[in-house]
């Protein structure tokens, strides 16, 4: 198949990207190498790409119209895998009118551009965070999404909003995808895995927000890989969604506790109040996905993060 990926030299885009291109698929990747952490390691994540015959990059940002519109006009894919966009929780408290420019923005910007342009199926990445402060647990597809805790959340959920609405009026099928808090090589530099064990190898403070009960469900990178390539066949039509987790949530404290034990280090940890726009779990019902896509979770923490260690250790002996 020909298919587009916006945020393509990120952390899943990259991974996706090799998948895709180890099965011969045809490759068009967009990125605009935002600084929201260092441009080296999004064009180190794709450097190895450029040797495939079947891989196009394009330099460019999902909200410029004209960008968008000239590539897939001229690169006509049949699908589109839409990664790209602002993530995290925290800045989004910070900056949120970024994270509605690009993530509201950007994802009516595709959209619109796929009105009048005939494609398989448009995929949207969203997140466990639109569920927000839901009280029920696990969650499942059919809960309600409007009580968000952050303006990530609800930026998300906009672009979600979105996904439907063009499926009604245009007939786009769209698969909604929401990920549960994926780790694994390449991970971004800000998110709590990767810290917590950069900190640890360097004997230095982490920082816990609350006391350590919150939980996640953990899911490493091969498995949404994995979850993503499932949907590439998935013929129903309309707007459908998958989640895409483990199902197994684990507290904040055992995870700094399986890093101890892997990393043969003691974390030195600092208590802070529990920040705002945090929620106190997430836990993914992936029963639809196992019974519609095949999904099937197979990657432990302990294997993910055994790899994380290896990894983190390696990109430190290259850079110094």
């Given at each position: 198949m020909k298919?587009?990926?916006?945020?393509?030299?990120?952390?899943?885009?990259s991974h996706l990207i090799d998948r895709l291109l180890s099965e011969n698929h045809e490759v068009i990747?967009?990125?605009?190498?935002?600084?929201?952490?260092?441009?080296?390691?999004?064009?180190?994540?794709?450097?190895?790409?450029?040797?495939?015959?079947?891989?196009t990059f394009h330099e460019g940002d999902i909200t410029d119209k004209i960008f968008i519109k000239d590539i897939i006009s001229s690169d006509t894919p049949e699908i589109i895998i839409h990664l790209a966009a602002r993530a995290g929780v925290r800045p989004?408290?910070?900056?949120?009118?970024?994270?509605?420019?690009?993530?509201?923005?950007?994802?009516?910007t595709l959209l619109e551009t796929l009105r009048n342009i005939r494609i398989k199926k448009f995929i949207y990445a969203s997140s466990s965070s639109v569920y927000g402060l839901n009280p029920k647990t696990p969650f499942s597809e059919e809960d309600a999404t409007m009580n968000p805790a952050s303006p990530y959340a609800a930026s998300k959920i906009a672009g979600e909003a979105l996904c439907h609405s063009f499926n009604n009026i245009y007939g786009i099928n769209t698969l909604i995808l929401r990920f549960f808090t994926v780790y694994g090589s390449r991970q971004r530099p800000d998110l709590a895995i990767r810290k917590f064990i950069r900190s640890i190898l360097n004997k230095e403070v982490i920082t816990m927000f609350g006391n350590g009960g919150t939980s996640r469900d953990y899911t490493h990178i091969s498995d949404i890989v994995s979850g993503i390539i499932k949907t590439l066949d998935y013929d129903r039509a309309g707007c459908n969604i998958f989640n895409l987790g483990n199902s197994n949530p684990i507290k904040l404290i055992e995870l700094i506790h399986a890093i101890e034990k892997h990393t043969g280090e003691k974390a030195i940890l600092r208590y802070m109040d529990e920040q705002k726009g945090d929620v106190p779990i997430t836990y993914a019902d992936i029963s639809k996905a196992k019974r519609e896509l095949g999904y099937d979770p197979a990657v432990s923490?302990?294997?993910?993060?055994?790899?994380?260690?290896?990894?983190?250790?390696?990109?430190?002996?290259?850079?110094?």
């Open positions: 298919i587009l990926i916006t945020g393509g030299a990120g952390f899943i885009g990747c967009i990125d605009n190498f935002d600084d929201f952490y260092d441009i080296s390691e999004k064009k180190n994540n794709i450097s190895n790409h450029f040797s495939f015959k079947n891989y989004s408290i910070i900056n949120p009118e970024k994270y509605y420019e690009v993530n509201v923005s950007g994802t009516l923490l302990d294997e993910g993060i055994k790899e994380m260690i290896v990894w983190l250790k390696n990109l430190k002996l290259s850079s110094s």
